[in-house]
Structures are given as C-alpha cells and as structure tokens.
C-alpha cells in the first residue's frame, strides 16, 4: 500500500462531462500554532466558536479546523471515536508544480509527483493538499468537494492513529472512503450539511474511482501500490459510511480483496 492517496482531477471533469476553472475560490491555507488550517490572511477560531451549515469556502475551513466540542466538526467526530489518540491534525498547502514540505516528498524530484493531489504522510503525520486542486474540486462541485477530499484524508489519519489501516491498498482506500462517509453524516446531523450535499459525495467519489484494471494496458490489482476502490466501490463505500458506522469501515478495510461485499 502506497503512503501516497491520489485523487485524479480529470477523472471527475470526465464522470461530471465539466471543464475545469481554476482561481475561483482556493484553499490557500497556512498553520496556526495548533496545526490547525487556517486561511491565509484570517484568524483562527478562537476556542469554543462554532461555525454553521457549509455553504462557502470558509465554512469548509471552519468545519475542518474548529476545535472538538464544535457541533459537527471533524475534530469532534474523531476526538469522540479515538480519544486522546485524536490531536489537531498539521496542514501543508501547495501549489501544482511545487513539492510539498513533507518527510514523504523527500528523495522526490519531479513536481508532477504531486500534482492535482492530497494525501496524508504518515512518517510526519501531516496532511498535503495542492491548492490548485482543490480549486478545481470546488469549481466542479462546490465546497463540499474539497471538504469530502479533506475528510477522506482525515479518515486515513484516524486509521493510522488507531492502528487499523486497510490490510491492502484498495481496502484502505474504500475504508477512507467509508469513514469520510461518517463524518458527514455527523455534519448531516448538526444540520451542517444536507441531503443535497450527501448526494454530492455519492456523486464525488463515483467520479474519482479507479477504474484502470478495466482496460487492455495497466491492469490494476487490489494490492497495487496505491490502489483505489473502482467508481462502484468508491460510491458504496461512502453510502456505507453515511448509513451505517465506523464497525463497517474498518470491515472494508479487512478485506484481502479491496470488496465492499458483506
């Protein structure tokens, strides 16, 4: 399983038939002292304020960096489910063309490397986004785009730090899927998101499947590094997590196969 977890931009322009647009609205973030994104130019949070429904940019900021105890927010979700495990996570932004300051970029010499990216680097405990990336998330399909890629990110964070990663590649990638599933449906039930906005993740991570073991050249296994669930499993595996609980999640990652058969 690779330390990388890609999203491919033009895979969801292809699933969306949408051009993309670039310098709408980016997530151009810097760290406060807690790790905690913050956007450029912008105060943090100060401790006990709380944001409301997701509807701009900034609220996605605010629902991925208030601190536990926020209604809603991704600190409290994982707080609630590891405890003291669950620290603020640190945030790196960058720009396409730039290789990200982290301990998984080093030895990498090609930029292209992380292009049209995020993920989360383990050997540091940082989570990487491009900039640019998530601008075309969001010009594709609104806030809640770049939101569910953050959460997908968190959620390998969350496997991490409980020891619970997918016992293959493909398998971590739907139980990331899955368990972005649930933070949602947490959010859902601080009516910080909608059904319209749960539709949209359905709708998102369909878009991102791999689905590359379909075609004559680069058949795809299960346990290639860096595998990820196809367009099917990918929108399942996020049903799953919004419908039921962290207890399906962590199954799919059990799986020897990447399945999200039961």
Request: aromatic share 8%; glycine share 12%.
């Amino acid at each position: 399983m690779g330390i990388r977890h890609t999203f491919l931009a033009g895979a969801v322009a292809a699933a969306l038939g949408s051009g993309l647009l670039t310098g709408c609205a980016a997530l151009d973030s810097t760290s406060d002292s807690d790790g905690t994104a913050v956007s450029a130019g912008q105060q943090a949070l100060p401790a006990g304020s709380c944001g409301g429904a997701v509807e701009t940019v900034r609220d996605v900021e605010a629902i991925i960096a208030e601190p536990a105890g926020c209604p809603g927010a991704v600190n409290t979700y994982w707080a609630g489910e590891l405890g003291e495990k669950w620290t603020p996570p640190h945030y790196i932004s960058y720009r396409d063309g730039e290789i990200p300051p982290i301990a998984c970029a080093e030895g990498e010499s090609d930029p292209a490397a992380f292009a049209d990216n995020a993920l989360y680097c383990p050997l540091d405990d940082t989570i990487a986004y491009s900039v640019d990336f998530m601008t075309e998330l969001h010009d594709l399909g609104g806030p809640s785009y770049p939101m569910y890629v953050l959460m997908h990110e968190l959620a390998h964070r969350a496997s991490a730090l409980s020891g619970r990663t997918g016992v293959v590649s493909r398998a971590e990638e739907n139980q990331a899927d899955c368990l972005a599933g649930g933070q949602a449906r947490t959010a859902a039930d601080a009516d910080r998101l909608d059904l319209g906005d749960a539709v949209s993740g359905v709708v998102l991570f369909f878009g991102l499947g791999d689905n590359r073991d379909r075609g004559w050249f680069d058949r795809e296994t299960a346990t290639s590094d860096g595998a990820h669930g196809t367009s099917r499993q990918r929108a399942q595996a996020f049903t799953f997590g919004y419908l039921r609980d962290n207890d399906t999640c962590f199954r799919l990652g059990e799986s020897p196969t990447g399945s999200v058969l039961f």
